[in-house]
């Protein structure tokens, strides 16, 4: 019965490393697919701001700012 003492700490620590290796995994994913899919919207709607800016501003007439809108869709 002394012999397998060992197994205990063995196994805590296989299994600390697998909750870690799975904790990166994770992280790694979330990151990934959070970039995918976040920044494109704010893209859009960022781009869709500065147009109205400079349209207000009158850089832009209304065919060029109404062009680029609809590029922008």
């Known amino acids: 019965m002394?012999?397998?003492g060992?197994?205990?700490p063995m196994g805590v620590m296989m299994l600390g490393w697998l909750v870690l290796v799975?904790?990166?995994i994770w992280a790694v994913w979330y990151v990934t697919t959070g970039?995918?899919?976040r920044p494109m919207a704010d893209r859009h709607e960022s781009?869709?701001?500065i147009l109205g800016e400079r349209y207000?501003?009158?850089?832009?007439d209304t065919e060029e700012y109404h062009r680029r809108l609809?590029?922008?869709r």
């Open 22 to 24: 799975l904790l990166v």
């Open 2 to 4: 002394h012999g397998y």
């Open 56 to 60: 207000a501003r009158g850089e832009l």
């Open 6 to 8: 060992w197994a205990w």
């Open 70 to 72: 609809d590029a922008l």
């Open 35 to 37: 970039i995918r899919q």
């Open 47 to 49: 781009a869709r701001r």
